[in-house]
């Protein structure tokens, strides 16, 4: 079975920065589009960076110039590095996979457990 796991949040003051990280475990052959997600309490969830597997990025009008995304396929990870965070960046950060093909055939639409990121003031 392939899971999705989050590290690297944790609390901030405004102004630093933090390094999210998400692994990929299972037998894995290919890996589509991987992304990034937040939900603040209260708020619905949101799309925070993507990047697809040539490497093409996409982020929130929110965070550009202020976070990116990365992947490394050997390692099966995406990264995402947040610098300059501020209170309203506080959240759930969650690892979306849109595709990937393991030894089992095909799976769509996974995600991680999520990790808390806060930013004070």
């Known amino acids: 079975q392939v899971q999705l796991v989050e590290s690297g949040g944790g609390l901030v003051q405004a102004g630093g920065s933090l390094r999210l990280s998400c692994a990929a475990s299972?037998?894995?052959?290919?890996?589509?589009?991987m992304g990034w997600y937040r939900q603040a309490p209260g708020k619905q969830r949101e799309l925070v960076a993507t990047?697809?597997?040539?490497?093409?990025?996409e982020y929130a009008d929110t965070v550009k110039g202020r976070f990116t995304i990365s992947r490394d396929n050997a390692k099966r990870t995406v990264d995402l590095q947040m610098n300059s965070l501020k209170p309203g960046d506080t959240a759930v950060y969650y690892c979306?996979?849109?595709?990937?093909?393991?030894?089992?055939?095909?799976?769509?639409?996974?995600w991680g457990q999520g990790t808390q990121v806060t930013t004070s003031s």
């Open positions: 990047i697809d597997s040539g490497g093409y990025t």
């Open positions: 979306n996979v849109d595709s990937i093909t393991t030894n089992r055939g095909p799976a769509y639409d996974l």
């Open positions: 299972g037998i894995i052959f290919t890996i589509g589009t």
